[in-house]
């Protein structure tokens, strides 16, 4: 919500975890009409946000360092946006060992690679604009934290 | 918030080629990172053309090594002088790419191999000198030349001139003309 001042400031509600999208955006439109005469801030924006954590905390399985990061770019087609998915704690084992990109860049050919693209493309992910992905065209090692 | 325009004929604008070395791109990538997220830009719309640029520009810090530039540069040079001059190549080591003679500083009009560009040229020319002219050359010394004989056929001609000498030294002409 933002004031006259440009502030922002936000109101956070929990919803069911077996509620659908839906049901919750549905709800957020009842709460957002009784809010404009509790608030004298306006709502500009709402946003659903599903978070999943274990019951119980899992030990870390590896020793690769979680700043290195494997960059998959995505193609959506000839006239919208490519995007990436990143998968941090690369392992070693995805990257190339020779060429111009050994150490860096990241075999499109291994097998668990081919998998990771069939899984994002077969179930409709996309891009922050909500162009679905069609293709993994590329990858490399980023250093992000 | 960060306030970042983009502006919208970005496509258009002007590009420059960057070397960075390859230990040193997956920190350029990853300093990229606060771009593609909507708080850096100033609106949905500076968004949408900022994030479609930064990612394109990541996916060009893997998408052809310098180094690979340069081989199809060396490569180009080869196939020029190869066909142009006729110098001959030998790959000396795939791995990395060794190739012998190296590329010289600069090149000299040498023909090196008759069948090349250059040498098919100066063949043609030695025969056009031989045939016409009668000049010797290197690849031709057939003696005389066509405008010799010409001149010498058309000095005998007079009457009582022999027509079988004529025709004779006009068959021959045919001959080097064939």
């Given at each position: 919500?933002?004031?006259?001042?440009?502030?922002?400031?936000?109101?956070?509600?929990?919803?069911?975890?077996?509620?659908?999208?839906?049901?919750?955006?549905?709800?957020?439109?009842?709460?957002?009409?009784?809010?404009?005469?509790?608030?004298?801030?306006?709502?500009?924006?709402?946003?659903?946000?599903?978070?999943?954590?274990?019951?119980?905390?899992?030990?870390?399985?590896?020793?690769?360092?979680?700043?290195?990061?494997?960059?998959?770019?995505?193609?959506?087609?000839?006239?919208?946006?490519?995007?990436?998915?990143?998968?941090?704690?690369?392992?070693?084992?995805?990257?190339?060992?020779?060429?111009?990109?050994?150490?860096?860049?990241?075999?499109?050919?291994?097998?668990?690679?081919?998998?990771?693209?069939?899984?994002?493309?077969?179930?409709?992910?996309?891009?922050?604009?909500?162009?679905?992905?069609?293709?993994?065209?590329?990858?490399?090692?980023?250093?992000?934290? | 918030?960060?306030?970042?325009?983009?502006?919208?004929?970005?496509?258009?604008?002007?590009?420059?080629?960057?070397?960075?070395?390859?230990?040193?791109?997956?920190?350029?990538?990853?300093?990229?990172?606060?771009?593609?997220?909507?708080?850096?830009?100033?609106?949905?719309?500076?968004?949408?053309?900022?994030?479609?640029?930064?990612i394109e520009l990541e996916e060009c810090l893997m998408t052809t090594c310098l180094d690979v530039l340069l081989q199809q540069n060396d490569a180009l040079y080869r196939l020029i002088n190869t066909a142009v001059l006729g110098q001959a190549y030998t790959?000396?080591?795939?791995?990395?790419?060794?190739?012998?003679?190296?590329?010289?500083?600069?090149?000299?009009?040498?023909?090196?191999?008759?069948?090349?560009?250059?040498?098919?040229?100066?063949?043609?020319?030695?025969?056009?000198?031989?045939?016409?002219?009668?000049?010797?050359?290197?690849?031709?010394?057939?003696?005389?030349?066509?405008?010799?004989?010409?001149?010498?056929?058309?000095?005998?001609?007079?009457?009582?001139?022999?027509?079988?000498?004529?025709?004779?030294?006009?068959?021959?002409?045919?001959?080097?003309?064939?």
């Amino acid at each position: 919500m933002q004031d006259d001042s440009g502030s922002t400031s936000a109101v956070t509600l929990f919803a069911p975890s077996s509620a659908t999208i839906a049901d919750i955006d549905a709800s957020i439109t009842v709460v957002a009409s009784i809010l404009a005469s509790l608030s004298g801030a306006v709502l500009i924006t709402t946003r659903i946000r599903y978070k999943w954590v274990p019951d119980s905390p899992v030990p870390a399985g590896g020793s690769t360092p979680i700043t290195r990061t494997g960059i998959f770019f995505f193609s959506t087609g000839s006239s919208t946006p490519d995007a990436l998915i990143s998968i941090p704690a690369i392992k070693d084992s995805v990257i190339e060992t020779s060429g111009p990109g050994a150490g860096v860049r990241i075999d499109l050919s291994n097998a668990d690679v081919t998998a990771f693209a069939s899984a994002v493309v077969d179930n409709g992910f996309s891009n922050p604009f909500a162009d679905v992905f069609e293709l993994l065209f590329a990858a490399y090692l980023q250093s992000r934290v | 918030m960060a306030n970042n325009a983009f502006p919208e004929d970005w496509r258009t604008q002007p590009c420059f080629l960057v070397s960075i070395p390859r230990p040193l791109v997956p920190f350029v990538g990853g300093l990229l990172k606060i771009a593609e997220n909507r708080g850096f830009w100033a609106s949905p719309e500076d968004f949408t053309r900022g994030y479609t640029a930064i990612i394109e520009l990541e996916e060009c810090l893997m998408t052809t090594c310098l180094d690979v530039l340069l081989q199809q540069n060396d490569a180009l040079y080869r196939l020029i002088n190869t066909a142009v001059l006729g110098q001959a190549y030998t790959v000396v080591t795939e791995d990395p790419l060794v190739v012998e003679p190296a590329i010289e500083p600069l090149v000299t009009l040498d023909i090196l191999d008759q069948d090349s560009l250059m040498g098919r040229i100066d063949r043609l020319t030695q025969l056009v000198d031989n045939r016409l002219a009668g000049t010797e050359t290197p690849l031709y010394d057939e003696l005389p030349g066509v405008k010799q004989q010409l001149e010498e056929i058309i000095a005998a001609l007079g009457e009582g001139t022999d027509l079988t000498e004529v025709i004779s030294n006009l068959e021959a002409i045919a001959l080097l003309l064939a």
